[in-house]
């Protein structure tokens, strides 16, 4: 396929867990890079680049030398990939530049976090920290209510449009056994009763916090054909990076996903309209809503109306989300946005088992971090 | 109001920079820097302007006048030390002067709304005085 930058050919999963015990990060991690290799069929050796997210509480520097020890790596490219759950995306699109620029084949893409009971966190001196929290906003979800309260009020957008959004993921994370919400469904009203955590956000419209962890290994168009590969090409890539404190944004209802999902749609050529399967990041309902008005999907304020207009399963016209988002699915720290990779590859290359989409082609992943602030967008095809 | 003062939670965590914000804070005066070169007001205080990146930013009094741009009242707050007064509810203020902060909103005679006028409330905060708002109740409704 000459339009791909990179091949996906391997993508494995760790089953989010609420709780570890005595587990390690970079244990997590090595486990799940074992799989994506063997989903692969690689030899380890293989692997000469690697990218790491940053891992709070157990290796505060020197990530990747950490990683590369653990794991018996020599990599001629090791990074350190930040951009909260935009880190997943952010990797994929970074391997392919490094792996064009000459300075590797074959990258492993690498995200976990174990949640034993103590989990110390490194302090926060910066400006957030200075300027939000004193005044009783801390975490994220303060944050996105102050977004969907801001987009209720300028389009009257309604908590049963959201509530949809919450409503699908559950519904889609039954068909998806490592799902941490598989066997629990919630419909719009158990979505509603739901306590508020903070308005107008319920309960059921946040991630749940997990351990896991995702891996994904990518090298060139070329070197996947020469191993036969089952591959998943990457097609277009966009970034954006606006702000970190919610107070900060340029806008509270269209958020940098927008520029940087034209940027992904113009390298590969396609448009919104024309993907196969929606792989887009949802810390909250919110982040969903935002993003596919931010991609063109519907109007500015006009989500409510397109989630009542469409079936949103893996056999419905506008397959969202099918391994339930991390809303079905739980939130694995900075894996969370590496888990619409991994979808996204499974969907496109046909081994979403018991929840295969017809007809893949296409697909759109998204990842976002901090307060709608960083953003990365994919097009990834089938090999064709 | 007084459950507010009683509270244990983190304060700003200050650096030489802010000091003369939250000083100007503790005596019931909101503080924003101006930009001499391209004008502007900013909100929180840098050593350049985020606009232009001049250094020549001098401090100013606001109005303490504002909108209210978005807000949610938190009923499970991120930090244990505000559960005695939760529900309560925090907001993004535009102020008249132009930036957007997060601030503490109390409450009013009636049940908040985006776009609301607000006023500057320097309100005791877990000991120390904050600049929080309150919803301008005179005249001006939405
Ligand atoms: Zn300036």
């Known amino acids: 396929m000459t339009r791909s930058k990179a091949a996906l050919i391997g993508a494995a999963s760790l089953k989010p867990v609420r709780q570890t015990e005595g587990e390690t990060t970079l244990g997590m991690l090595a486990r799940v890079s074992a799989r994506a290799l063997?989903?692969?069929?690689?030899?380890?050796?293989?692997?000469?680049?690697?990218?790491?997210?940053?891992?709070?509480?157990?290796?505060?520097?020197?990530?990747?030398?950490?990683?590369?020890?653990?794991?018996?790596?020599?990599?001629?490219?090791?990074?350190?990939v930040d951009l909260g759950g935009a880190s997943g995306p952010g990797m994929i699109w970074r391997a392919a530049a490094a792996i064009s620029a000459g300075m590797c084949e074959t990258v492993l893409c690498v995200l976990g976090n174990h949640r034993n009971a103590e989990a110390p966190r490194s302090p926060n001196?910066?400006?957030i920290r200075e300027f939000d929290v004193p005044f009783g906003a801390s975490g994220a979800n303060i944050s996105y209510a102050l977004l969907m309260q801001a987009h209720m009020a300028k389009y009257g957008s309604t908590a049963e449009d959201f509530a949809l959004i919450a409503h699908w993921a559950r519904a889609n994370a039954q068909r998806n056994p490592n799902a941490i919400f598989h066997g629990k469904p919630a419909s719009v009203e158990d979505v509603l009763n739901s306590p508020i955590i903070a308005s107008p956000l319920h309960l059921y419209e946040i991630v749940m916090p997990v351990a896991g962890a995702e891996a994904v290994i990518v090298t060139s168009a070329k070197r996947?054909?020469?191993?036969?590969?089952?591959?998943?090409?990457?097609?277009?890539?966009g970034e954006k990076v606006t702000h970190r404190a919610v107070s900060q944004a340029p806008s509270l209802t269209s958020g940098p996903l927008k520029p940087s999902m034209e940027r992904a749609f113009a390298q590969a050529?396609?448009?919104?309209?024309?993907?196969?399967?929606?792989?887009?990041?949802?810390?909250?309902?919110?982040?969903?809503?935002?993003?596919?008005?931010?991609?063109?999907?519907?109007?500015?304020?006009g989500f409510g109306r397109f989630m009542r207009a469409h079936d949103f399963g893996p056999e419905g016209d506008m397959p969202l989300n099918t391994h339930g988002g991390q809303i079905g699915y739980g939130q694995p720290d900075l894996a969370g946005g590496m888990t619409h990779v991994v979808?996204?590859?499974?969907q496109l290359r046909g081994s979403a088992e018991g929840r295969q989409i017809n007809n893949p082609r296409l697909a759109l992943v998204t990842g976002n971090g901090a307060t709608m602030s960083e953003a990365v967008a994919l097009v990834l095809g089938a090999d064709e | 109001m007084s459950e507010l003062a009683d509270l244990k939670v983190p304060g700003p965590?200050?650096?030489?920079?802010?000091?003369p914000f939250w000083k100007a804070a503790a005596e019931g005066r909101l503080l924003v820097q101006r930009c001499e070169d391209c004008t502007k007001a900013i909100l929180y205080p840098r050593e350049i302007c985020p606009h232009c990146w001049s250094e020549k930013l001098t401090w100013e009094q606001a109005s303490g006048l504002g909108r209210l741009k978005s807000f949610s009242r938190v009923h499970k707050p991120g930090h244990p030390g505000?559960?005695?007064?939760?529900?309560?509810?925090?907001?993004?203020?535009?102020l008249d002067e132009g930036p957007t902060m997060l601030s503490h909103i109390l409450p009013g005679e009636c049940e908040p709304a985006v776009g609301d006028r607000l006023e500057l409330k320097p309100t005791n905060i877990g000991g120390r005085v904050l600049p929080a708002f309150q919803r301008k109740d005179q005249g001006e409704n939405v």
Do not use: F
């Not at chain 1, 690689?42 to 020890?69: F, N, R, Y």
């Not at chain 1, 979808?343 to 499974?346: M, T």
């Open chain 1, 38 to 80: 063997a989903d692969a069929g690689l030899e380890k050796d293989a692997i000469d680049g690697l990218l790491v997210g940053p891992q709070v509480g157990e290796t505060p520097q020197h990530v990747p030398a950490t990683v590369s020890e653990y794991l018996g790596l020599q990599p001629a490219m090791a990074n350190v």
């Open chain 2, 82 to 94: 505000w559960m005695p007064v939760s529900p309560y509810v925090v907001g993004l203020v535009e």
């Open chain 1, 343 to 346: 979808e996204a590859v499974h």
């Open chain 1, 125 to 127: 001196r910066n400006p």
């Open chain 2, 13 to 19: 965590t200050e650096i030489e920079l802010t000091k």
């Open chain 1, 224 to 237: 996947a054909k020469e191993l036969g590969s089952r591959a998943v090409h990457l097609l277009g890539a």
């Open chain 1, 269 to 301: 050529g396609v448009t919104a309209q024309d993907m196969s399967l929606l792989s887009l990041y949802d810390c909250y309902t919110i982040m969903v809503a935002a993003t596919i008005e931010d991609a063109g999907l519907c109007e500015p304020g």
